[in-house]
């Protein structure tokens, strides 16, 4: 069974003075199944892409309710869908722009960002939405690797995730 992985990659590209990095979304038994669809979506240098970040999803929630996350077969049925919401904010203590990244289950992209502020870092100043990603719509048709997303009302399995240093480009 394929699962679902939001992934943080770093990397190179030609015009930036320091490593950058992108949020992607890809499908596959384990995480080192989705390496290719990795290397394919990077936009920079392949030379020293790796993984900064992994969670395999499994929830997105509304206000109210849990939904588990499945891939399938069949096309999306239900008005939900998944939304990656990226927050951006400043802390006095640090330089630069930090951001938080969640994901809610939302009918429409106002109702995604306002689930997503809730979670913004209450020490964050200038807090803003630098992005909402309807993940269902920014995949071409509805799909990632093939698999269409599901969301399906009721608890699910704890999300695993790491901060990690996962080289990607050999």
Not at 13 to 34: I, P, R, Y
Not at 159 to 167: L, V
Request: charged fraction near 20%; glycine fraction near 6%.
């Amino acid at each position: 069974m394929s699962n679902l992985y939001m992934v943080m990659l770093g990397g190179r590209h030609a015009k930036a003075n320091t490593e950058v990095h992108d949020v992607v979304f890809a499908a596959g038994e384990s995480l080192e199944d989705c390496y290719p669809q990795l290397r394919e979506a990077w936009f920079g240098e392949q030379n020293g892409l790796h993984i900064d970040a992994w969670m395999k999803v499994t929830a997105a929630y509304t206000a109210q309710d849990a939904y588990q996350v499945i891939l399938s077969q069949e096309p999306r049925t239900s008005a939900l869908k998944l939304w990656l919401i990226n927050l951006g904010g400043y802390d006095v203590r640090e330089f630069g722009e930090l951001h938080r990244y969640v994901l809610v289950a939302a009918a429409a992209e106002n109702q995604a960002k306002q689930l997503g502020k809730a979670h913004f870092a209450s020490h964050w100043q200038k807090q803003h939405t630098d992005r909402v990603l309807d993940v269902d719509d920014c995949i071409a048709v509805d799909q990632i690797a093939g698999h269409f997303i599901q969301l399906r009302q009721g608890p699910a399995e704890t999300e695993q995730w790491e901060n990690c240093y996962i080289r990607i480009d050999v």
